[in-house]
T-cell receptor
């Protein structure tokens, strides 16, 4: 069973803090990776794709380490609005995406 | 606007009744998916379809059935054989390999 593992948290951090999440994936054939954000009682939405070279979008940075089979998400200058569950996702070929169970983040004023 | 619609948002049914959840997309996506999410839990794949008139079981297909007669539509039937059907059901689609998967807003099913 190909899986994605994440620390469920919760991560409780003060506003302005930097927080990092890691996840590991078991399928070495995985070719693409994503981070999704899910707010309480809502559907998941794409936060960012994860490229081999790493990518940055404002306060968010995603990195991929293929040798160790892990993906990371770094959030700088945390905002109250960043409070959500962050889902790590791997994908291989034409098979369905494999979702982690998510890491819960709570940013506190 | 393109997107995925699911209806209804909330659904209540009596135990022993079959119920069908609607999922429609106008994104021209070939692949569609149904997930179930229980409180505080991750997404679990029920069924998926990569092309019209074809679908495959996911990890928890027992007690569910689907059809894919049109590209735009992928309805899910929760049958009376599903032992614990109360959950949040999410439909999704994507347009091909390595592309973003879009989700509908979900249907919360409560079986009384």
């Amino acid at each position: 069973r190909k899986e994605v593992e994440q620390d469920p948290g919760p991560f409780n951090v003060p506003e302005g803090a930097t927080v990092a999440f890691n996840c590991t994936y078991s399928n070495s054939a995985s070719q693409s990776f994503f981070w999704y954000r899910q707010d309480c009682r809502k559907e998941p939405k794409l936060l960012m794709s994860v490229y081999s070279s790493g990518n940055e979008d404002g306060r968010f940075t995603a990195q991929l380490n293929r040798a160790s089979q892990y993906i990371s998400l770094l959030i700088r200058d945390s905002k109250l609005s960043d409070s959500a569950t962050y889902l790590c996702v791997s994908h291989s070929g034409n098979t369905p995406l494999v979702f982690g169970k998510g890491t819960r983040l709570s940013v506190i004023a | 606007d393109g997107g995925i619609t699911q209806s209804p948002k909330y659904l209540f049914r009596k135990e022993g009744q079959n119920v069908t959840l609607s999922c429609e997309q106008n994104l021209n996506h070939d692949a569609m998916y149904w997930y179930r999410q229980d409180p505080g839990q991750g997404l679990r794949l029920i069924y998926y379809s990569q092309i019209v008139n074809d679908f495959q079981k996911g990890d928890i297909a027992e007690g569910y059935s689907v059809s894919r007669e049109k590209k735009e539509s992928f309805p899910l039937t929760v049958t009376s054989a599903q032992k614990n059907p109360t959950a949040f059901y999410l439909c999704a689609s994507n347009g091909g390999r390595d592309t973003e998967q879009f989700f509908g807003p979900g249907t919360r099913l409560t079986v009384l």
